[in-house]
């Protein structure tokens, strides 16, 4: 009999921190390679994040707390979703993780049944499926086309949703395209979701802050408040406040799933750790000025590394509004030739071929369900980045079509 359960067949290690890793081998090897493959901002934790933590820790903060977080933190996501979203939770509808990760993953253990349908539109971030499939659920990944913006359409959803849909995962800005939903689509969407009144959504929206260009966020609550009781709001401060090692997430949303998902955390990792939710409480609280600049710097980032990647032979991208990240067309590499004599068949070749050759780490399309693409992250420095595309275009321009290839 074997001694690991079938649902690990379900599952697979995530693609994105498996390859950093590998980068992060590569590199102790004293291979100098470019890891494009991060999800997390390059930025250090706001100084007074940092003291807020060191303060904690002074004041003995260091036991074990509220299992759903302290009500200080607690309260301050109250007041954030007031501040910036204009929405009202109780402290009953709002929970502390470890992480936006834990978050997702205590809410569907606490409602996925064997069968249940959670619709994704793909491309997806990674853990999505793997967790739905990992209790039993059914994950049904919606290709959404990059003419559209690799954004899911009202007739798409409707077309999608069975009497066994229990969730729709929504991501906006989106990890891996960073795309971001405008308040008409979503009032699309929230139109056919409010006629479907078993399907719960999950709007996961870890990327509010990194938005560009003055596009405005807007959850889908905002829009559509009747879809309040049935929404789960996915936030923290991983990305917002360069806090990902922290781990600290928030989920709010109705008082029943709240109440599932803190007995499930309180029988697993109880409360997170005590010192980050001190330092959690300064993020929220604190001042946000620093926001505007770090944007300034993604988007600068953004502008130069697309317009490097747009003139490769082969490659194409659409310009993201929001999160740190680039979702490159490769379908023009296909086909081609490497110097080794292999053929490019699939985007996750032509990614190992660039970590072969041009010494740079990207995420290819299969990981997030949309393919021929590949995932890059401009959170890293810009020199980086202009060595990062100089390397790409060299190695590209070592392909051969197949006809000359000999
Ligand atoms: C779309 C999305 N949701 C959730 C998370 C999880 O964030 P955290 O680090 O807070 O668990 C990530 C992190 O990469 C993400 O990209």
Redesign the pocket.
């Known amino acids: 009999m074997p001694f690991l359960a079938d649902r690990l067949q379900k599952i697979h290690p995530s693609p994105t921190l498996a390859l950093n890793a590998k980068a992060a081998a590569l590199k102790a090897e004293g291979i100098d390679v470019i890891n494009l493959a991060a999800?997390e901002p390059d930025f250090e934790t706001p100084d007074w994040v940092q003291q807020a933590a060191i303060q904690s820790m002074q004041q003995g903060m260091t036991k074990y707390t509220a299992v759903d977080g302290i009500p200080a933190l607690k309260k301050a996501i109250q007041q954030k979703f007031l501040r910036d979203n204009n929405l009202e939770y109780d402290l009953d509808q709002i929970m502390v993780s470890n992480?936006?990760?834990?978050v997702?993953f205590n809410a569907l253990m606490a409602s996925i049944n064997d069968g249940d349908e959670v619709l994704i539109p793909a491309p997806y971030?990674v853990s999505y499926p793997d967790m739905v499939n990992l209790f039993g659920g059914n994950a049904r990944s919606i290709s959404c086309s990059e003419s559209n913006d690799f954004k899911l359409t009202a007739d798409q959803l409707r077309e999608a949703i069975t009497p066994k849909t229990k969730w729709l995962i929504l991501?906006s800005p989106?990890?891996p395209t960073g795309a971001m939903y405008t308040v008409t689509e979503l009032r699309a969407l929230a139109d056919v979701l409010v006629e479907n009144h078993h399907v719960y959504i999950m709007s996961?929206d870890?990327?509010e802050h990194l938005i560009y260009d003055n596009h405005k966020f807007a959850s889908i609550v905002q829009i559509e408040p009747r879809l309040k009781l049935r929404t789960l709001i996915?936030n923290?401060v991983?990305?917002s406040y360069s806090m990902?090692g922290w781990?600290i997430?928030f989920g709010a949303g109705p008082k029943e799933l709240i109440k599932a998902m803190t007995m499930i955390q309180s029988q697993s990792t109880s409360n997170p750790c005590s010192i980050a939710q001190g330092a959690a409480v300064m993020a929220l609280n604190g001042p946000h000025g620093f926001l505007q600049d770090w944007r300034e710097s993604f988007s600068e980032r953004r502008d130069a590394t697309l317009d490097a990647l747009n003139k490769i032979e082969g490659l194409s991208c659409r310009k993201p509004e929001g999160a740190f990240y680039l979702y490159v067309n490769c379908v023009g590499v296909l086909g081609k030739v490497t110097p080794s004599g292999e053929v490019l068949e699939t985007d996750n070749q032509f990614c190992a071929y660039l970590l072969e050759k041009a010494r740079v780490t990207a995420v290819s399309g299969d990981a997030f369900g949309l393919s021929p693409y590949f995932r890059i992250s401009y959170a890293t420095s810009m020199q980086n980045l202009t060595e990062a595309c100089k390397r790409i275009k060299d190695a590209i321009s070592k392909l051969k079509p197949q006809a000359n290839a000999a």
């Open positions: 999800g992480g936006g990760k834990h997702i971030w991501n989106s990890n996961d870890i990327y996915v923290g991983s990305k990902t781990r997430g």
